[in-house]
């Protein structure tokens, strides 16, 4: 069964520390996607980003970088220097090829960051 | 500038009552969705629709109804026979459903209280 679990329900850090929010799925698919996405006070949930399962490759978008590995399930997020406004809720992802129509999300992790 | 808009933001329910949200995207999406978020929890799938006049039920479909009778349309009654309404709801979009990848577009959501 596909399953996404967010262990970390709530992480303080202060500005300017680096923050990595942890993220493992289950899937017995070989052809599947993974997401982030971030959900500030206002509600309303924004795509950060796609993996698809046959790209391992990490990525870095300016103060945020994703760890991507296949060999134990986990597809983390990490922000560098973190500030106020990173605070949000932000929810890893999962979508299976052979049931393209659901996107499985874990439970989330709210992240505040003090100033 | 294109997205999707939910309305209300608040809703306040009676008991007894059937309540409809709003939902309508200028993106031209083929593909819609509504999700329930309860504090705590990952997005729940309650229905979706991938063309118009037709949708299928999600996970959480019970005391929900939904229609599609427009592509920019999609609204969601809450029935009285949801006995536990309260939730903030998730309204999104995407392009196409056909592989999985397809990141979804989302509104900003409506807080549905019972009274």
């Known amino acids: 069964a596909q399953k996404v679990t967010q262990a970390q329900t709530e992480i303080s850090v202060v500005e300017k520390e680096d923050v990595t929010l942890d993220c493992v799925y289950e899937?017995?698919?070989?052809?599947?996607?993974l997401f982030w996405y971030k959900q500030p006070p206002s509600g309303e949930l924004v795509f950060l980003i796609r993996?698809?399962?046959?790209?391992?490759q990490n990525e870095i978008s300016g103060r945020y970088s994703w760890n991507f590995q296949k060999s134990t399930s986990s597809f983390n997020f990490t922000i560098t220097a973190s500030q106020v406004v990173d605070s949000a809720v932000y929810f890893c992802?999962?979508?299976?090829?052979?049931?393209?129509?659901?996107?499985?999300f874990g439970p989330g992790t709210s992240l505040s960051v003090i100033p | 500038d294109g997205g999707i808009t939910q309305s209300p933001k608040y809703l306040f329910r009676k008991e007894g009552q059937n309540v409809t949200l709003s939902c309508e995207q200028n993106?031209?999406?083929?593909?819609m969705y509504w999700y329930r978020q309860d504090p705590g929890q990952g997005l729940r799938l309650i229905y979706y629709?991938?063309?118009?006049?037709?949708?299928q039920k999600g996970d959480i479909a019970e005391g929900y109804s939904v229609s599609r009778e427009k592509k920019e349309s999609f609204p969601l009654t809450v029935t009285s026979a949801q006995k536990n309404p309260t939730a903030f709801y998730l309204c999104?979009?995407?392009?196409?459903?056909?592989?999985?990848?397809?990141?979804?577009?989302f509104g900003s959501g409506t807080q549905l209280s019972v009274l």
């Open positions: 999104a979009s995407s392009s196409v459903v056909r592989t999985g990848r397809e990141k979804l577009f």
């Open positions: 899937t017995r698919d070989t052809t599947y996607y």
């Open positions: 993996r698809n399962s046959f790209d391992e």
């Open positions: 992802a999962l979508s299976e090829a052979t049931s393209y129509d659901k996107v499985i």
């Open positions: 993106l031209n999406h083929d593909a």
């Open positions: 629709s991938q063309i118009v006049n037709d949708f």
